[in-house]
């Protein structure tokens, strides 16, 4: 069996599959073609088609909602090829090498690659069995862009790109490694390409050292579940994948508020005095977090213990907070210390990871190297093992005396940690279990919110793979605090909106490498405001006075109408909610039909209605393309300031301002401004007061 180089692969000594015996109808919804290297399952969906490759050997983990029943199919089967037809597809199967057509009515959606070689058909194998696991190829038309993929900070048009899927602790937004992956990819041509596994996959999206004219797939495991999808635009492909992979329920009221955040409050005084700060200068804020060194002991945590020494009554520390209408956010993560009788009793039960090669419980140590003097020194651990049940259970059900004290929020950092020498409950390697780990992580501790949260179930993770958009949000990981962090933050949140998540934030000002820039810091908290939620966060003080008066007023201004646009904001929620569209849509999602706008990637609409472009560099200046498919005319938002569709503008913007626009003849929904969302709930919903309108 062949070795695939990623880098280099040697196509030459990878043979292609090729039907080797049967066909048959093995029910009236199944085919089964007797491969080179086993059998090929086949069923035909709404959807599109399935095709399954082995023996499927990793565990139950839910990545699916349920698990798709194909429609009734036909078959008619030659010698050289073999036509399925089902559920408004027809799939065509040729015998040698193993391809495919798959058609939707008389439109071909996808196929095997075209890119012949010199002397063999196909420059890439159509279909593959490596010694990694599978490979297989799809043709890509001449500059055809992919999209999906996860949370990736470069472009969002994957082609040319080399893409992992496989879930990284990433330091940050400047690489390929990201802390949320999902093996789903997909063209405004009418296709999608969804791997069902927790395995890595490496995506070759017409990457030359391949092929530029083909998409390539390695999955990396014993069986290869693909599901080919057919959709007629973006929103409709993410209305399809979320159907299968499930869509997020509406986060509550106060989530949408302002969530402050530092890396980290060191006591109780600089927590309560940050608290009182907050309200004296009359700054929105719904939410006020303790991270990870705030409410732990960083040598015997995590055990849901507040750090006596700093916190020996937690509860009067909480009364004081919501006695200033506070919502409260803990950090945790899913390791506890060897320092902690909790590992001792954990492990003796077999709740943590064990190691493979010895059988006793993985003691997982930290690289601190990648974290230079920036972070304290973490301590030896054991990993939580949620496919176990009993510890499922135990982890999610200590949640709630935290709950019942009146936290709020859970922030659950880190998950990337399973590594390949790890043994799990359910017989599953660390390597298999690895990308998966988050899904469940995300799960459990959602699940524990929704038992015992008094005010709403609501998550902040930060790493993520299929299926955890079901889970409620996510926030996008360590940016370095400069114009390329905040610029590679928002690709990353739009990436991982075009890959069926919905509801994201970033870490507003940067996260490390802080230089107190004013002008940075302003234009952060502005593009902010304009997504699913909004956090404050960063090493450093990130309370808008701290930068400065003139910063200070302008941030406040930002905050302000961010509460104002609830009403519009809840809208977008629902919608969200009810279609897997996310809440900032990338133009080739808004805009299907005209291809010039796709190139903006740095602008992004605000549900139906606004179209924003944050300022990426300092100085001010944008350049935003209106789309004429949308309207011909637009209003700037709140000025009225009427600009031509169909063409790009260039702007300067006073450091209070932000490109915001509304098709002409739409109207904007704006609430009270408040300073905490409760004023609002309290009234009985949330009150629309005005009907902004582009006119």
């Known amino acids: ?18 039907v080797s015996g049967s066909i048959s109808l093995t029910a009236a919804n199944q085919v089964t073609a007797y491969t080179s290297e086993g059998p090929l399952t086949i069923s035909l969906h709404p959807f599109g088609a399935r095709l399954r490759f082995g023996d499927c050997q990793f565990g139950e983990y839910g990545m699916l909602v349920e698990e798709p029943t194909g429609e009734s199919l036909t078959l008619d089967s030659q010698d050289a090829h073999t036509v399925i037809k089902g559920a408004g597809h027809t799939l065509k199967l040729c015998h040698e090498p193993l391809s495919f057509e798959l058609f939707k009515g008389e439109r071909c959606i996808q196929k095997s690659p075209t890119d012949g070689h010199f002397v063999r058909r196909f420059r890439l194998p159509p279909v593959a069995r490596v010694e990694e696991g599978w490979f297989v190829s799809l043709e890509l038309d001449s500059s055809e862009p992919v999209y999906g993929l996860g949370e990736k900070w470069g472009r969002l048009d994957k082609r040319g790109q080399l893409v992992r899927s496989y879930n990284h602790d990433a330091l940050g937004v400047n690489a390929e490694i990201s802390y949320k992956n999902t093996p789903f990819a997909w063209s ?53 994948y979320t159907a299968l992979t499930g869509r997020a329920p509406v986060p509550p009221t106060w989530s949408l508020g302002v969530i402050l955040s530092k890396a980290y409050y060191k006591d109780v005084d600089e927590l309560l005095a940050t608290a009182r700060a907050v309200r004296e ?19 015997t945590r995590f055990a849901f213990e507040w750090d006596p020494k700093r916190y020996p009554d937690p509860a009067a520390v909480m009364n004081e907070l919501k006695a200033m209408n506070f919502k409260v956010c803990v950090w945790e993560y899913p390791l506890v210390s060897v320092e902690n009788p909790l590992f001792d009793k954990m492990a003796e039960k077999g709740w943590l990871l064990k190691d493979r090669r010895t059988g006793d419980t993985y003691r997982y140590q930290w ?11 973490l301590p030896e651990s054991g990993i939580v093992d949620f496919t176990h049940p009993e510890a499922y259970a135990f982890w999610r059900d200590s949640h709630k005396p935290l709950f019942d004290l009146g936290v709020d929020m859970i922030k659950a950092d880190f998950g990337e940690q399973v590594e390949e020498n790890m043994l799990a409950h359910n017989g599953d390697s660390g390597e298999t279990l690895h990308n998966a ?39 996008g990981g360590d940016p370095q605090a400069d114009w390329g962090g905040l610029a590679g933050s928002l690709r990353g949140g739009l990436s991982w909106g075009m890959s069926g998540a919905p509801f994201y934030a970033t870490d507003v000002g940067g996260f490390y490498g802080d230089q107190r820039d004013s002008e940075l810091y302003v234009r952060w908290s502005q593009a902010a405001v304009f997504s699913a939620h909004m956090r404050l966060h960063g090493i450093g003080q990130r309370e808008p006075w701290s930068y400065g008066e003139e910063a200070g007023q302008a941030v406040n201004k930002a905050l302000k109408l961010r509460y104002e646009l609830f009403p519009y904001m809840s809208d977008v929620m629902e919608q969200a909610s009810n279609t897997g569209l996310p809440v900032q849509r990338a133009m080739v999602l808004t805009c299907p039909d005209e291809k010039a706008a796709w190139a903006f990637e740095d602008q992004f609409f605000f549900g139906d209605d606004m ?15 209106l789309p004429c498919s949308v309207s011909e005319s637009w209003c700037r938002f709140p000025s009225g300031e009427k600009f031509e569709g169909g063409k790009s503008h260039k702007l300067k913007m006073p450091l209070d301002e932000i490109a915001v626009f509304v098709p002409e003849g739409r109207t904007i929904p704006m609430g009270p401004a408040v300073e905490y969302s409760d004023v609002l709930t309290q009234q009985g919903g949330l009150p629309v007061i005005n009907e902004w309108q582009a006119k």
């Open 281 to 299: 200068h009359k700054m929105p804020c719904d939410v006020i977090t303790l991270d990870g060194r705030a409410w732990q002991d960083t040598d």
């Open 437 to 475: 780990y988050t899904l469940l992580y995300n799960r459990c501790v959602y699940e524990a919110a929704e038992r015992y949260c008094k005010s709403g179930p609501f998550l902040f993770s930060r790493s993520s793979w299929t299926g955890s958009q079901r889970y409620p949000a996510q926030w």
């Open 367 to 377: 690289d601190m190297s990648c974290f230079g003097e920036v972070l304290t020194p």
């Open 188 to 240: 405004p041509n009418g296709w999608g390409a969804f791997v069902h596994t927790p395995a890595p996959v490496t995506h070759g999206v017409g990457f030359a050292a391949w092929s530029q004219r083909a998409y390539g797939l390695l999955v990396e495991d014993t069986s290869m579940d693909l599901m080919l999808l057919s959709a007629d635009n973006g929103a409709a492909m993410l209305e399809s």
């Open 611 to 625: 179209l924003v472009a944050p300022c990426v560099a300092p100085g001010g200046e944008v350049e935003v393309y």
């Open 1 to 18: 069996m062949a070795k695939f180089n990623s880098a280099s692969p040697a196509w030459n000594d990878i043979p292609a599959l090729k």
